[in-house]
């Protein structure tokens, strides 16, 4: 189905965090941006889609106050919001967000670090935009933070704090279909497996919980109403958003699924794990008997390599890039 | 990130340290009671009761610099000298045998399993000294304590944040390449097949239900690999079956412990960002390390006859070729602190550490910096 590609190489290695790889599809510039997390830095590479020319930056996190130990980063995702991108890194410190190309910092967010160290961590992860106007970042208490964007400029203000978990924050991801009929807009998930299901406005409203079982779900995506969730133990389950109802449970992975994605347009579902293995999955809804049916396509094995990051490249899964624990490339398949 | 990784990693290092040089120590016919004398000092330094209360403090991890510069010390806490490139060696082994350990765990809490069998080993080496045994369980009800009640979440961040410390590493070792663990570019084989972990189910299965709960569809699909069943789970407590086999001792007389420096990657570009912080970490860092060394109390070296030196090589001109021919983005960065002058070097950081909280409400970070190099440049005088 698909067949590899020529990889892109990486200033530096992929750092073992869930879902580390974002890429960002600018058509009217013919380029994709990919950001690949390594320790306390970003390693940002557009790429042209004639495969001739590539560009690399690198992204320090660069924090207000430096007179403590360095800071690491947890994630960086791009938000596409209708009038501007916007680059979000989340690291122990705080929240950094960019404008498109990363060359200018427009909001930094402290995070309430402790005067002296405590035993639970504290970091921010899990980056969703959401509707028209809102980013949203959760944290390691479990709280999340909704920033409030405006259309350009950098007033950019904390809209409310919301919250309703409480194990850390490990994935976020609003509703991908473009659909303007679904009532769900966004899903965050935690460390103990439970997702909260939201409406999104002026106050954000919690429409579902949906208990987890004692595994950590690394990783969220929200499509047509339907809740795909990547677990621990290597299991992906379907659920309907608003009421929680279990559509399908996958066996899906040897090892502790790091990323998922979705090709809104086709409903390609991609999930990739520490075992080695990318499988890409189809969706089908069938709104007359509500049901959501999860098919296997195909797998592909990156040998002695721990994926921590897959994405499809555009919205109907032609493509799709993979990032792996130690390995300086991004590695791409297109689909034969 | 974990806030609660460094005791992991110094006892698994130092699992694999003692499994090194007890190696050594029979390779090269070291008397037995010498020997013994050598494993028993270094675990009673390791398990220093203050030393142990400064490591299960929350912090976040040393830099590899900090780090090494304490197992340097850790090495030379008996009668046993090691030269740099022996010392170097030892690092080697040990960083890539955990690195391998805590990449091949199968569930991100196996990393506990994992360092109770060092532990169960370390208990073996000093079990016919009473005071040390007792040092060693009172090591195993904290990590019992601490980790046990952690979650699987908890786990995998522990186990994020090691992979962070152990990145970029690809230093080829002997017995993992005859083993067929790791490749000839230095990374390591990660096998898609074997039982899977408890609590995971073999991946092949997708099951579809209705809105009432009921199961209306089954679908099998292509693994594509070769996973033979589920493991069973290990024991969390003091004694019992630990299922797991990585952390137990893969060393014996007949197995030599090499390590291959040339055809490692070259990729220069690799270099570990991690490391190159500003001065103000280096100095938060010094003062970390100042107060959990002065936990650690080192042999004077009285009898210069009793003293005897390890060699981790074959012969002592392999020893000295290895330190010559060691390529530079090899070496390792190391706070010099010499072991016969340890007191000494103590009493001068703690004055050090002292002088520079006094000066810390200084606002003008110039000041601050050029602090931090006479600091540095003191302890590599030391």
Redesign the interface.
Known sequence: MYHKEKSIQM???A???YNNLSVLRIAPRSLTYFTVV????VNMVSASWDGLNYSHRQLQSKEAN?????S?I?QAAWCVLPSRDILVLTS?KGIQMYESDGSIMVYWHALDTPET?????V?ARGIAAVREKYICVGISSGSMLVFDVPIKGSNITLSEVLEEHK??I?DLASECSGSQECIADMVSA???GNLCVWKSGEDFQLLNKIPGF???C?SVKLWKGTVVAGY????IRLYEAVTG????????????IYSLDIAPFSGLLLSAAE???VRVWHLTMTPET???????MY?E?V????ICGAKFCDGDGYAFAVTG??L?EIIRYTQV | MSSRTLPLLFINLGGEMLYILDQRLRAQNIPVDKAKKVMNDIITTMFNKKFLEELFKPQELYSKKALRTVFDRLAHASIMRLNQASMDKLYDLMTMAFKYQVLLCPRAKDILLVSFNHMDAIKDFVKDTPSVLSQVDETYRQLIEMYTPLSSGEFQLIRQTLLIFFQDMHIRVSIFLKDKVQNSNGRFVLPISGPVPHGTHIPGLIRMFSCNGEEVKRLQFRNGGNYTGVLGEGSFEMFGERVIKLGTNMYSVSRPVETHMSGTSKNSAQKKSVNTAPNPLAKEELNMLARLMGGMEVQKLGNADSGFRVNLFATDEEEEEALISRPDEFSYDVIKIQATKNQQANAELAKIMGDFTEEAGEPCSSIANSKGDDLLAMMDGL
């Open positions: 200033k530096s290695s750092s073992a965090l390594h320790a306390n830095m430096v007179a403590t130990s360095s690491l947890m122990q160290q405590t035993a639970q961590a970091f194990e850390s490990t935690d460390d103990s004692q595994m950590s690394s621990g133990t290597g299991q109802i279990v559509h399908a449970e996958v066996n899906a992975h040897a090892r502790w075992d080695s293995l509500n049901s959501v049916e999860i098919v296997h797998n094995c040998t002695d390599t721990q624990y130690d300086s």
